[in-house]
């Protein structure tokens, strides 16, 4: 009966064990984890940064990205939409947040106030007039950002981002928001980015 109460004993132990060296194990590679994504933020940010330190009140800087998994096999001479999205797109960087990059991703569209008082793409009637205009911006995490060469190449003379297109409909965005010119913002003395104030559009 001894010998049999010593085995348990013994083998509750090794689980213990066993389980407390796991535990430890996947809680440092978490924090590997995340200590790599931090740092390759930072890396990213200073880079970003100095496109950003370019914008004017006029003017964004624009920049191509470009789809990873299709460049060596398409770019630069196609550009048609597949099942894993295009080639490549222009966009405009707007502003570095803690979990990604926002571009502008088009022209401005407009929208419209609905009865409710939200605002929409779509029109209630016909002959409804628009209510303002509104860009879209599209955010990109840091971990779909594999490389950027700063000076571009001989097709876009322009930064390139090498990115990864994995959002909605195989686009680099992971959602896209919609921003106006903000009516408080004060030309030489506010930050560029203080110029846009998101608006919260509803899509149904």
Not at 9 to 15: F, P, R, T
Not at 58 to 76: A, C, G, R, S, W
Not at 115 to 128: I, M, P, R, V
Not at 164 to 171: D, L, M, Q, R, S
Request: hydrophobic fraction near 30%; charged fraction near 30%; aromatic fraction near 16%.
């Amino acid at each position: 009966m001894g010998t049999y109460l010593l085995d348990n004993l013994i083998n509750i132990i090794g689980i213990l064990t066993a389980g407390f060296i796991a535990y430890h194990v996947y809680f440092l590679s978490e924090r590997m984890k995340l200590k790599d994504k931090l740092s390759n933020r930072d890396r990213l940010k200073k880079n970003i940064n100095q496109l950003i330190s370019k914008n004017t009140d006029e003017h964004t800087q624009e920049v191509e990205l470009i789809n990873v998994k299709k460049y060596e096999k398409f770019y630069p001479n196609n550009n048609n939409k597949n099942k894993d999205g295009y080639t490549y797109l222009k966009a405009e960087v707007k502003n570095v947040c803690y979990d990604g990059v926002e571009f502008f991703t088009g022209l401005p569209i407009e929208a419209y106030k609905k009865s409710n008082g939200d605002f929409s793409l779509k029109q209630e009637a016909k002959d409804q007039k628009k209510d303002l205009l509104v860009h879209p911006v599209g955010l990109m995490p840091y971990e779909w950002i594999e490389y950027i060469d700063m000076q571009g190449d001989e097709y876009s003379w322009r930064p390139q981002f090498f990115v990864k297109f994995k959002g909605v409909k195989k686009f680099p965005y992971k959602y896209v928001r919609y921003y106006k010119e903000s009516e408080t913002y004060h030309s030489g003395s506010d930050p560029v980015d203080w110029k846009w104030s998101e608006v919260n559009i509803v899509e149904k």
